[in-house]
C-alpha cells in the first residue's frame, strides 16, 4: 500500500507562489500517471494536473500557464509549482496515484 505525504501548502496573497509536495513512501517509478486534485468547501474535488511516467502532463484550463507538475522518480516525489495564485486557487490539494491511492491533503489559501 503506497503511502502518500504532500506539503508545501500555506496561506499567499494574490500573485504569489507556493510549491507542493508529495513524497510517496515507496518507488512511484512503475506508477503510470500521478495527479494532483484541489478541493475547496462545498465543491467537488477537481483535477489540477497530472503527469504520466513519460512525462506527459495535463492541466485544467483554470491552471494553464500558471501551475506546472513534475516528477523526480529517484526521490519519490511529485510537484506542483504553482505561480500567480488567485483567491480561487483556495483549496485543499491532494496527491493522487492510478492505482487508487490518495494523501491527506496540505491547505493552501490566497489572500486578495
Known amino acids: 500500500q503506497v503511502q502518500l505525504a504532500e506539503s508545501g501548502g500555506g496561506l499567499v496573497q494574490a500573485g504569489g507562489s507556493l510549491r507542493l509536495s508529495c513524497a510517496a513512501s515507496e518507488s512511484i517509478f512503475s506508477i503510470n500517471a500521478m495527479a494532483w486534485y484541489r478541493q475547496a468547501p462545498g465543491k467537488r474535488r477537481e483535477l489540477v494536473a497530472s503527469i504520466t511516467k513519460g512525462g506527459s502532463t495535463n492541466y485544467a484550463d483554470s491552471v494553464k500557464g500558471r501551475f506546472t507538475i513534475s516528477r523526480d522518480n529517484a526521490k519519490n516525489t511529485v510537484y506542483l509549482q504553482m505561480n500567480s495564485l488567485k483567491p480561487e486557487d483556495t483549496a485543499a490539494y491532494l496527491c493522487?496515484?492510478?492505482?487508487?491511492?490518495w494523501g491527506q491533503g496540505t491547505q493552501v489559501t490566497v489572500s486578495s
Open positions: 493522487h496515484t492510478d492505482s487508487g491511492y
